[in-house]
């Protein structure tokens, strides 16, 4: 499971350099994203497109997705319960940020079962 952003026509989605998901953006650009309704899961929508790797300064958007989950306030309180674990001390790498361009509808029509 991921968290998701939109950024106009761009999808946000926030990782930890050196992580498997940066590691294979960056060797295969190529990515799909499925989203599916929690109370039936046959229903869904697959997104693809390819995918950018870029430096999240200051987690701003690790801090924008969390607010859009959490609500107002919830990115900061994200953050503070992330460097609370040993995964964000203060000597890990600083998260990366993958922008994902969708492919145009009619390249990858939304598909329902």
């Not at 503070?80 to 029509?109: D, F, I, L």
């Amino acid at each position: 499971m991921i968290w998701v952003s939109r950024d106009g026509e761009e999808l946000l989605i926030s990782t930890e350099q050196g992580r498997r998901k940066e590691r294979n953006i960056l060797r295969d650009p190529r990515v799909g994203l499925t989203v599916f309704d929690l109370a039936d899961p046959h229903l869904y929508v697959e997104i693809r497109g390819t995918a950018t790797v870029t430096e999240d300064v200051d987690r701003a958007v690790a801090v924008h997705i969390a607010e859009e989950y959490l609500g107002p306030g919830g990115g900061k309180e994200y953050l503070e319960a992330r460097r609370k674990t040993s995964e964000w001390s203060s000597a890990s790498p600083r998260p990366r940020s993958s922008v994902t361009p969708p492919m145009p509808p009619e390249a990858c029509p939304v598909k329902y079962r």
